[in-house]
């Protein structure tokens, strides 16, 4: 196949659809062309160029609602401790539930590990999947730390999704400080930086590379409206997953500010100490 230049056939209809890069022209594959096309997305910027040239669906044209992530910083492998409480972060979207697994570490750093979005998927379909990744992630699945959208405890005739939590042995935490303190919040974390030794100074949250999803609505697939007055756009499952992201990081904030906070903070060292001592 020519460079550039990427088919796909279907059998049944015979149709030919043909992905057209800008490689594909000779010219600009030249010393000389590649010199221009250089220089023109210095012009226009990355994200234009992305999507105007890469055939980049993650770049669209309205600006990103979370600019201040950036994948060179933020995107970090990420290995959980089994023994240390996993935190669990819900969106409960009818087109795309997500799930969101990750950790805090004794330095304050926020590692999310995974992400579970399946589309179109109820409640009771989606916690068998929950437990059988947290039974993978840690030791004791017992220990988590659920939080989630504060609209879970709305009633329906079928009940809230916080009571159908509920009856199988899950809390959910559902902290509202407001939509607009929820999104100032998760930006500034992403601004920040912390110390852990030997590293020194570290991102205050970094996301594994499996959560592909996550990555590319934080990189701009989850997107404000170009046209005014801006909103951001709902589309699934990116706004899903930001969502979670938040929801998860507004109750973490809470929890550290209350009485719960102080006792969050007295169980985290009770993970820690006692079943490292114990041999696990």
């Known amino acids: 196949m020519r460079e550039g230049v990427q088919e796909w056939r279907n059998p049944r209809n015979r149709l030919a659809i043909l992905r057209l890069h800008w490689s594909a022209d000779p010219a600009k594959r030249s010393e000389d062309g590649r ?12 994200r234009s160029w992305k999507r105007e040239y890469e055939i980049d669906w993650t770049s669209p044209e309205g600006e990103p609602v979370i600019p201040e992530f950036n994948a060179t910083t933020h995107v ?43 589309f179109n998927t109820p409640l009771d379909q989606l916690l068998p999947m929950v437990r059988a990744i947290t039974a993978d992630l840690v030791r004791d699945p017992t220990k988590v730390f ?26 959910l935490h559902t902290s509202r400080p407001g939509t607009e ?6 930006r500034a974390r992403l601004l920040k930086r912390i110390w852990a030794p030997p590293d020194g100074e570290i991102p205050a949250l970094v996301i ?8 590319e609505a934080l990189s701009g697939a989850f997107h404000l409206s170009p046209h005014p007055p801006h909103r951001p756009v709902k ?25 719960y906070g102080r006792d969050l903070r007295a169980m985290a060292t009770a993970d820690i100490q006692p079943t490292y001592a114990a041999g696990w």
């Not at 303190?181 to 998760?186: D, G, Q, R, T, W």
Request: aromatic share 6%; hydrophobic share 40%.
């Open 35 to 46: 010199r221009a096309m250089g220089q023109l997305r210095a012009e226009i910027g990355d």
């Open 76 to 118: 970090r492998s990420v290995t959980l401790d089994p023994m240390r409480r996993l935190l669990r972060w819900w969106d409960f979207g009818f087109v795309a539930p997500v799930v969101l697994f990750a950790q805090a570490t004794p330095t304050g750093q926020i590692q999310v590990k995974q992400e579970l979005c399946p």
């Open 146 to 171: 659920d939080a989630g959208d504060p609209a879970s405890v709305n009633q329906t005739d079928l009940g809230s999704s916080a009571d159908v939590l509920l009856q199988h042995g899950m809390h």
């Open 181 to 186: 303190v929820s999104y100032a919040a998760l």
């Open 208 to 215: 594994d590379p499996a959560c592909r999803n996550l990555i």
């Open 235 to 259: 589309q699934h499952p990116y706004k899903d997953l930001v969502d979670a992201l938040r929801y998860g990081h507004d109750n973490l904030d809470s929890a550290t500010r209350d009485s």
